[in-house]
């Protein structure tokens, strides 16, 4: 079907001058949209210092009870989100961007967006902005309201978007997966005392590997020197690779997506 000139035009303002949803109301969430302005001056929107960026603790960590990913009914059928009227359009874009880059990852379910002033209702996660909440989300489906945060600056990356929006999905982190110690050594001795629980391993009753191989740069690694109280690292491949994301989807993250969600 061939579009006519105005309404490329308006998509097109749609897609620099997010959300256009912002003008009306909602009651079911919008589409996430095609991350069509994708250039360079869009890959500088992605970056921020590393100084600034900060590292994931998840949020229900200390309830394990309620972590069972091979449960099914922690997964969702409509993954729905609603961003802080706080982020500006260009955290909003962000956001947008990391929910679309998940979409077309993992086609069997649904991706929506209410946007920030409408009234969610079923599932959803409620993004929270603030500035001293760091970056965690609750591992899988809780069902009604959930939320995570994604402090501003701090987490606002495409890449930390998706990691989060990824443990919301269901899965731990990689340096977490019950078969770790095959490929990393965590240097519990450098690990600040409080961040300890973040290099837990999961048991393989709650947590599965899908089969899929383990990947030092899967999104949901982390770097080597996270959480180190003296500069020196906290996590090292056995077989002296790098560790941690590189702020992408590993083709192994997308794999293991597909495989929990029986979407292959
Ligand atoms: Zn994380």
Known sequence: MMMSKELIVILAICKSLLPCAYATTF?????????????????????FPKSEAITCTMSNHRNNSRNGKIDKNYRWKNFNIQPDPAYDKREYRLINDALYNLMEAL??????????????TGDYVYIIKGTKNGCNSPVGRIGGRQEMNLQSPGCMSVGTIMHEMIHALGFYHEQSRPDRDNFVEILWDNIQPEFEFAFDKYPDSDVSTFGVPYNYESIMHYKGHDFSKNKQPTIVAKNGAKVGSVGYLQETDIQKLKLMYECL
């Open 27 to 47: 009651d079911k969430p919008v589409l996430p949209l095609s991350p069509i302005m994708l250039d360079i001056f869009e890959l500088e929107f992605n970056r």
């Open 107 to 120: 086609p069997c379910i649904t991706f929506g967006i209410w946007p920030p002033n409408s009234k969610p």
